[in-house]
């Protein structure tokens, strides 16, 4: 923190100073950099940060600007009411943007919020209120405090100040628990969204931001020039901000701002060329995001790899203490539910009942329906027919988030983990357990949000020095090796603190040591008073493992009882196409008696 500040104060005087050696029509490209800038962090937020296609920023950019144009030309509406109307508007503009991407992603979306944003500048070409082509003129100069704000000069101070805030607040969003939520989201939208995170509002919030920050770049334009003009929100604009924000490094604050500042100069500087400057700056995107995906923000990382912990080292899990007896009740129930896709069957009048604290195997031939029953159970499928009850409540239908909120947590049978965030924030998404409606706080309580980011990591150091993972904390998880992103997938589920924990095939591609080491993980977590339903297909580890086993074959379940029963049910042998199971299973139901 104290060296940061060291870096910001050199900074910070260097741009306080900057207006005394410049020119006028310096000063001004400067102004005009600067609110750029603010346009590029908006940008930044929406594309870099939640991964969410924004080809609408220019539009509300625009937004903010016509709307100080035309409260304050055509009603006389004074300055700052219109400029607080102007982020209203803006912000409305966001929440319009952002309803396509309840329903789409990608290139889908990037198609619609061009759309809208070529809408706009249809409208404010056409509409005589916006003064069509010619635009809107004599929008009147800011009023601060008798400061003369029609000076470049002077009025570089006032978004000076601006800019210093709205950084400070991306700064504050990234680093915060809703925008490590964001991040979750961009990496991987399923995942995030079965460990709480409500991704339909988490979109919106991404683009009501991004609102917020074209309304304050446009009524500072507004404010600046004094004029406007459909040109200036035009799509070659668009893309001279995604240059910006791409150059720059979209998921970096900081490198939205870096863009977005040399691009104003080097746009400028090229300016009697610059039909071949936009060539320039395509040929120059294409090859930031082939060789440079991170883009400038990334350099620094690359050029300075962090050097790696010696020979990091995998620690021994530490089991959880044991829970107290509880009255015996039923943790989960699955009642007569039946999935079906289109014609397909995938699982038909399923029930089981699963008590609290037991360790549940669901096995079954490939197609089986395994992973669909815990699709249905963790809310990613509805069922055709039939319900679920968590502890005794109706929960069929619940989204994946609020299943999370209520106590589910599972794994995924092909990891699913935030591949661009650290191990350290793939556990702190999970042990974020806010509704999105908490996020007012940001805006009203920061320090509130800070100092339950802080109680965040503090118990993120305990889950990861409970699985072992300490020496990783800091990694990616894509580089780590199989078994241990295994490990990180669990250790972030039980970092979400659930009733009931769901395991995809947690042994697919370990080997004998680590499915040794899984087996105690799983069982400490029983022990803790955790429900687990497990679904393997190494019978060794059902076998020895699990209290209670279902099989299930063709979407039905056709045996159900202890591993020995199972085991030796001709159903379940037949299911499995001969008598290959039952040798290692026996040897290994004998193994685990041998274990108690
Ligand atoms: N979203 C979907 N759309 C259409 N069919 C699906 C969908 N999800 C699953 N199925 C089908 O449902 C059936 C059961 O699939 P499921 O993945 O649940 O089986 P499984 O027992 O988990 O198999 P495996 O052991 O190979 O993972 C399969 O025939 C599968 O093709």
Redesign the pocket.
């Known amino acids: 923190m104290k060296r940061r500040l060291l870096l910001l104060a050199p900074i910070a005087v260097a741009a306080w100073l900057l207006p005394y050696g410049l020119g006028g029509y310096t000063m001004h490209v400067v102004d005009v950099a600067v609110i750029f800038a603010i346009l590029a962090i908006g940008l930044g937020l929406t594309m870099g940060v939640a991964g969410q296609i924004n080809l609408a920023q220019v539009a509300f950019f625009g937004v903010g600007a016509y709307t100080v144009a035309i409260l304050t030309t055509r009603t006389g509406l004074s300055f700052w009411p219109a400029a607080v109307l102007a982020i209203l508007a803006a912000v409305a503009a966001g929440l319009l943007v952002g309803i396509p991407a309840l329903r789409m992603q990608s290139h889908y979306l990037g198609i619609v919020t061009l759309g809208l944003a070529l809408g706009f500048i249809n409208w404010v070409t056409n509409a005589g209120i916006a003064g069509r082509a010619e635009g809107i003129s004599n929008i009147p100069v800011p009023p601060l405090f008798g400061i003369d704000l029609s000076s470049g000069y002077l009025f570089y101070y006032l978004e000076l100040v601006v800019f210093a805030l709205v950084l400070a607040f991306a700064l504050f969003v990234t680093r915060s628990p809703l925008g490590r939520r964001m991040r979750a989201m961009r990496d991987d939208g399923l995942a995030a969204g079965a460990l709480g995170a409500e991704i339909p509002l988490l979109r919106m919030t991404a683009f009501v931001l991004s609102g917020l920050y074209g309304g304050v770049a446009g009524l500072l334009y507004a404010g600046l020039i004094q004029f406007v003009a459909p040109e200036t929100f035009s799509i070659s604009n668009m893309f001279l901000l995604l240059a910006m924000v791409i150059i720059g490094g979209r998921a970096s604050v900081i490198g939205c701002v870096i863009g977005a500042l040399g691009l104003a100069f080097v746009r400028e500087a090229l300016l009697d060329v610059s039909a071949y400057a936009q060539l320039g700056y395509g040929i120059v995107v294409v090859l930031v995001v082939v060789f440079f995906p991170q883009g400038l923000a990334g350099l620094p990382a690359q050029v300075f790899r962090r050097k790696a912990r010696e020979r990091p080292r995998l620690a021994p899990f530490v089991p959880y203490d044991e829970a107290p007896p509880t009255p015996a009740r039923t943790a989960l129930e699955i009642d007569q539910v039946t999935k079906r ?2 014609g ?1 069957v ?1 699982l038909q009048d399923v029930s089981l009942s699963v008590p609290v604290r037991e360790i549940r195997g669901i096995v ?10 815990f ?1 249905v159970i963790s809310g990613f ?1 509805t069922p055709t027919a039939g319900r679920v009850r968590l502890d005794g409540n109706a929960v069929t239908g619940l989204t994946p988030y609020r299943l999370s909120l209520e106590g589910i947590a599972r794994t995924f ?1 092909n990891l699913r983990l935030f591949e661009d965030l650290t191990v350290r924030d793939n556990v702190l998404v999970a042990l974020d357990r806010t509704r999105t409606s908490w996020i007012w706080r940001y805006l009203a309580l920061p320090w509130a949000v800070a100092g339950y980011d802080r109680s965040l990591r503090g118990r993120a150091e305990e889950v990861l020095q409970r699985f072992g993972l300490s020496d990783f904390a800091d990694a990616i998880p894509r580089l780590l090796p199989y078994g241990i992103q295994r490990r990180v997938e669990i250790a972030r589920a039980m970092a979400s603190s659930p009733s009931l924990l769901l395991l995809d ?1 947690p042994a697919a591609g370990l080997n004998g040591d680590e499915v040794g080491r899984l087996a105690e993980i799983v069982r400490s977590i029983r022990d803790s008073g955790v429900t687990v339903v497990v ?1 393997e ?1 190494n019978m060794g580890l059902v076998m020895s493992l699990c209290d209670h086993i279902t099989v ?1 074959s063709g ?1 039905r379940v056709i045996a159900d009882g202890s591993p020995d029963e199972v085991a030796v049910d001709p159903r379940v042998v037949e299911a499995y196409l001969g008598d290959s199971m039952t040798a290692p299973t026996e040897r290994e139901a004998e193994h685990d008696h041998a274990d108690r």
């Open positions: 896709f289109k397909l995938a079954g031939p490939n197609g089986s329906g395994k992973t669909t029953l699709n499928y049978q095939e679904i297909h299930l979407g």
